[in-house]
């Protein structure tokens, strides 16, 4: 039961990362371009596919990567094993803080010259893939909570943490699939949706936020204050 309630989280946690503005309008900007240089609505739906692959693929690999680079030194293993029931309780609270933009950060960019943008697109399929890539990892700060700050510490205190950041990933990619879907198929009022759901990630982040402060207490209050 728990496996699949922290399954169910990591997908949210990935959905929730994909609707939040600044990785929502990275999506639409490089869907909508890919559109633009295929005229074939399978091709453009398989160049949808490819980057929301490549975004999944990152995710899942970085994840992967950490987890596993921590879980195989003995020492960080067992200090874990020891003090991350503790460690979850600030963490939450801190990504609640992030979510609920009371602390807010400016991470540096990552930008792709113009002339690589062109020749990945230009390149079909594989360059969508390298493009939702390349493009998953220039982390915003509400991504970056909601990865560093709350799926690590979930996949690294639970037994099927590899999985974890494979759901979160397929969670990412669910919404720009849509929107592939939605390009693909001729929707041309994306601004419209971009807004509703622009509106919708707001209520939905700040509930998660406030969900994630209420347990990082609890945990507080278990763990660290011993107050239960």
């Known amino acids: 039961m728990e496996s699949l309630i922290a399954l169910g989280l990591a997908l949210w946690l990935g959905i929730l990362t994909s609707i939040s503005p600044c990785p929502l309008a990275t999506n639409i900007a490089a869907v909508s371009f890919l559109s633009k240089k295929i005229v074939h609505p399978v091709l453009v739906f398989i160049s949808g596919l490819a980057y929301t692959l490549g975004r999944v693929v990152a995710y899942a690999v970085l994840g992967w990567i950490i987890i596993s680079s921590f879980l195989n030194v003995p020492q960080v293993a067992q200090f874990l094993q020891k003090y991350m029931a503790k460690s979850l309780a600030p963490l939450l609270i801190i990504s609640g803080l992030f979510l609920l933009e009371v602390i807010t950060i400016k991470l540096p960019g990552v930008a792709l010259p113009q002339k690589h943008h062109n020749k990945l697109v230009e390149s079909g399929a594989p360059g969508a893939f390298l493009l939702g890539v390349v493009f998953a990892l220039a982390f915003c700060p509400v991504s970056a909570a909601l990865f560093f700050g709350s799926l690590i510490p979930l996949a690294l205190n639970s037994k099927s943490g590899i999985i974890l950041s494979f759901a979160y990933g397929v969670g990412t990619g669910l919404p720009v699939l849509a929107f592939a879907v939605a390009i693909a ?44």
Not at 191 to 212: A, P, Q
Request: hydrophobic share 50%; charged share 15%.
């Open 185 to 228: 198929f001729g929707v041309t009022s994306m601004s419209h949706w971009f807004n509703r759901i622009t509106k919708l990630e707001l209520y939905t982040r700040r509930i998660t936020g406030v969900i994630f402060i209420l347990v990082g207490l609890y945990y507080s209050g278990i763990y660290i204050l011993k107050l239960f």
